[in-house]
């Protein structure tokens, strides 16, 4: 690379000494007239001056990174939050690192230490299952973070999230409403909070009208998807327990598990009504345009940025649940209302 | 924060020189005999060293990051590209920064600017349309690059992407083998020499069955998407130039135009054939799954990496161009061979 422009060619160039320069460039300009501090200015864009914020990092202590560790980039509703957390980072000046954690607990761990070593300011994160002990040990060495989407009751630690519970409740009593009575649950295996919650809120609304069944409550592994997502079925399915609806607890599960339905020739919503967590566009092209709970992914992603800089900043206070509001939408996947 | 552990504390914890911690530190142990460096790495780990890696670049000038610039990272196919760098730049143990330019010259110069002042030490770029001097620029400093999915051929830069003009043909000429005769095309307008290449590929298949008709050649506005795949298909679905099949140039093209011919009544692929470039959740589910031309992403994301830290080693050559692999995914929305 070529050499670098310093604060010492401007000076020579302007014919100050480079402290003035450095007043005006680290905008401490008080101190400098306002007319000198504009030709100091105008000769370092002249000069193509580019400040080393890595340099200056190590006095101030700060890069203005953030580390965003997700399950998968590539999963939309990642990607999509992703998009929100930059565009909101970029509002308070920082950018963000990313990383996949695919749900395992090693490589959460080499992601918080990849980013660690490149002195992130504090980290956002949707953490796997398991990883209590990486989080306590990050409160420990007092890294700010902040936990979307998903948390552990034994962390305490900022989190932004919707009400799970509240929200499957909601989603299984629509699906009750339009007269279905059989109705089977696909969510994960792995025991993480919020999938505990949508199967809580699930299992609430079905035994407040005396119809829960446990064997209808089916789990899926996060490794073994499209297997997981055809045994679940399958059970579901069979002749003397066979549901007339299911409640997928992610996009991924009803994405796979609407492929499987279409390949069985199962018709939506007839044969078997369908409601799922979160957006896709393969929801709204399916020929039975699926109902989903809609989580209000730019509050998650804005109040996620704003705990993590107040965290940077020491403004926090100890612990801080943000609730952000989610929705139902309803379509034509879950059938019209009885009578 | 808590007071970093230093090399210092491991020295005294060991009771030798800081010098030799830092030969077993840095991986110059050649100096230093086996036992006393497994005694040094054992208290460094103990101790919860943590190299700071930004220190360190300060002397290496490298940061080991790698600064991605797509359109957008909430498009299924620049995150499923992001992914596949992701996995790739760990490999070489290089950490990703991510930024989306929303096809703006402005905001592309933003996230170069931004990337640069934190010491990235390579770009990967899908450019935006009229950022040929940003790159000429990045070329000028010696700040190695790549550009992927698109390129400027004014701009002698490695890049790595499809043939886009024979994926493009081939893509028509089985809409032709299929007995349709009026085949329109969307894509996007701005000049981008990828869709360019994409519009000549769909112009030349025409040509060569003297079928070519310029008013079936539509476009869209990136910024404008909705509005802009609903004039052109309002064109092209006009009683005089019906078209029996639409050709899209990107996913996010079909599937906005999926959803008009939805709600436009119109049967694929009776009433209109369909053909897309990339990938989809919703081409899978769609009630005629659709065709579309697969773009080998994982070979792109490999090679952009490669290329990339080629670069910052500076053992590329001036120029390299990669042309990865793609091909055809024949479903339903085509129709069937006609005889």
Redesign the interface.
Same mark, same amino acid.
């Given at each position: 690379? +070529?050499r670098k422009v310093s604060m010492k060619d401007i000076a020579e160039r302007v014919g100050v000494s480079i402290a003035l320069v450095s007043y005006v460039l680290n905008e401490k300009e008080g101190r400098v007239g306002p007319e000198m501090a504009q030709q100091i200015r105008k000769v370092a864009q002249e000069l193509n001056y %580019?400040?080393? #914020? @890595?340099?200056r990092? #190590?006095q101030s202590?700060r *890069?203005? *990174?953030l580390g965003l560790i997700v399950a /998968? @980039?590539?999963n939309?509703f990642f990607?999509?939050i992703? %998009?929100i957390i +930059?565009?909101e980072a970029k509002q308070y000046g920082y *950018?963000? !690192?990313?990383?996949?954690s695919d749900e395992s607990v090693e490589k959460s761990q080499g992601l918080i /230490?990849?980013? #660690?070593? %490149?002195?992130a300011d504090a980290l956002i994160l949707a953490p796997a299952a398991g990883t209590e002990p990486q989080l306590m040990a990050l409160k420990k060495?007092?890294?700010p973070f902040v936990l979307v989407d998903r948390y552990f009751p034994s962390v305490p630690a900022n989190s932004v999230r919707i009400d799970n519970y509240q929200a499957a409740y909601k989603a299984v009593t629509h699906l009750l409403r339009t007269g279905k009575k059989r109705i089977g649950m696909l969510t994960y295996d792995g025991g993480m909070e919020h999938m505990q919650e949508r199967e809580r809120g699930y299992r609430q609304a079905l035994e407040d009208h005396g119809l829960y069944q446990a064997a209808l409550s089916q789990r899926a592994s996060y490794l073994h998807l499209q297997e997981g997502v055809a045994t679940g079925l399958s059970h579901l399915l069979q002749p003397d327990r066979k549901v007339d609806a299911v409640f997928f607890a992610t996009n991924s599960l009803a @994405?796979e598990g !609407?492929?499987q339905l279409?390949a069985l020739r199962l018709k939506v919503p007839d044969d078997v009504a369908v409601i799922s967590f979160d957006e896709? /566009?393969?929801f /709204? #092209?399916?020929?039975a345009p699926v109902s989903y709970v809609r989580q209000s992914l730019r509050d998650m992603g804005r109040e996620a940025v704003r705990l993590a800089i107040q965290g940077v900043e020491q403004k926090s206070r100890p612990q801080v649940d943000v609730i952000v509001g989610a929705d139902l939408v309803i379509r034509k996947s879950c059938g019209f209302k009885a009578g």
């Open positions: 690379m +070529e %580019r400040p080393n #914020l @890595i340099a990092s #190590l202590g *890069t203005n *990174t /998968d @980039i590539s939309p990607s999509n992703a %998009r +930059e565009d *950018t963000v !690192l990313f990383g996949s /230490d990849t980013f #660690l070593n %490149r002195q060495k007092k890294i @994405i !609407l492929k279409n896709s /566009d393969a /709204d #092209l399916f020929y």
